[in-house]
């Protein structure tokens, strides 16, 4: 489906992520948006956002609403493949080593199938339509554009179903916020019908004296019905105790990797 390639979310399931749209009281307007300062606050994101360590945790809950899973990882982007991503707890408590060694061969099965080629993930920017953007809101604090999607000949999925958000900060030019949603339900390939799809993205400047923004929070919700089966769920991430550093792969001078969790 359409959802999970457009935003490459690294070790969270693929529940059909997409979301919610923030209220704006303010005088649309229709003139197509200057694309440069969104384009460039995504480059500057995604070019940032491997110089931060920190602790993860992803909540997963299914479809009524109970926790299902919760895993706790530490992430270090200064230091090797096999020890940058360490699996630190999960629901049941602290990870046992079996659990440990588990989740880093899982990463590394992931490294290895990105670097064949075997993964087809597309990166977020190159699924919205810049050119097509408007700005639907603008104060001293934020500046909110609406994007558009390109068709995706992929899977076929009604991209002009989706609504997407993005919130700028007006002076520094800076990610605050991207939401998106399904507008109304689409029945996919004949056998599922997609009910609902949220997605939420929150940015800001982890620490006080670095200009640069970082992911703190995500939510992802789904609802579908497929052969009339009920499906859906929702993930929940958040990002804290962030330190800068310099990544392995650039003290080397080798080839950088992979984003740590959002490809954009």
Known sequence: MLIPSIVHLRRIPPIYLILPLLVAGSVVRADYADPLPLENAILTYSADERGWAYDEVVTEY?????VSKVRTTRVDPSLPWDQRDQLISTDKGPATIRQKKKYQKEREKERRRMELGLENRRR???????????????????????VPLLPDE???FPTEKIRM????????????????????????KAVAKVKDLHLTIEFTRPLPDEEGVALIK???????????????????????????????????????GTATTLDF
């Open 154 to 156: 992929e899977t076929g």
């Open 124 to 146: 977020l920017r190159d699924r919205m339509n810049f050119p097509l953007s408007t700005i639907d809101f603008e104060d001293d604090e934020t500046r909110q554009y609406q």
């Open 62 to 66: 299914n479809r009524k609403g109970a």
């Open 218 to 256: 995500l939510r992802g919700q789904a609802a579908a019905s497929v052969l009339f089966f009920p499906v859906g769920g929702e993930v929940q991430l958040e990002r804290k105790n962030f330190r800068r550093v310099t990544p392995y792969d650039d003290r080397f001078e080798v080839e950088v």
């Open 165 to 188: 958000v993005v919130n700028l900060d007006p002076t520094h030019e800076t990610l605050q916020k991207m939401d998106a949603r399904l507008t109304e339900a689409v029945r996919h």
